[in-house]
């Protein structure tokens, strides 16, 4: 009976989620606005980079661990020059957003996620905290889906190959 209960608990508590390695059709026509103001698909900030490995930082200048967290994404931009930073702003204004970007010296491309938390490319990567960070590689595979710190060793793993 004992065995029984190990394997039974065993059997639940394993993740059998698969970690997707694409993103969805409606992740990818999901849209963002560009720091000039106009409306850009996560399809066409993929196609933009096609060929490079890309980091996806998801924040807010309002959130305190996006902030703790941002030298360990400067230590990352150093160490790894040749990878795209693309950030996602969750912050609550356009305004807010590019005051943050300025005030805390963000590198990297910038777009604000206008559909917020649950619209389509936050459904789909599950969001539910940021900081999040993400990776796709040359080949255009997520290779990184779910990570909330920019240290984390499955990234810098990532990174090195």
């Not at 777009?111 to 900081?131: A, T």
């Not at 997520?142 to 990532?158: P, R, S």
């Amino acid at each position: 009976m004992h065995y029984l209960l190990i394997l039974l608990i065993s059997l639940f508590s394993c993740n059998t989620e698969k970690t997707p390695t694409q993103f969805s059709e409606a992740a990818l026509n999901d849209t963002f606005i560009t720091l000039e103001g106009n409306e850009v698909s996560f399809k066409s900030i993929l196609e933009k980079n096609k060929g490079k490995t890309i980091v996806i930082d998801v924040w807010a200048s309002w959130c305190g661990d996006c902030l703790k967290g941002m030298p360990k994404v400067k230590e990352l931009q150093a160490a790894h020059k040749d990878v795209v930073y693309v950030f996602l702003s969750l912050d609550k204004t356009q305004d807010a957003w590019k005051k943050g970007i300025k005030k805390y010296d963000v590198v990297g491309d910038h777009y604000f996620m206008k559909s917020g938390w649950k619209g389509p490319f936050g459904s789909f990567i599950k969001l539910d905290w940021i900081p999040r960070y993400m990776m796709v590689n040359e080949a255009g595979e997520i290779v990184v889906f779910k990570v909330i710190e920019a240290n984390d060793e499955k990234l810098i793993e990532a990174l090195k190959k």
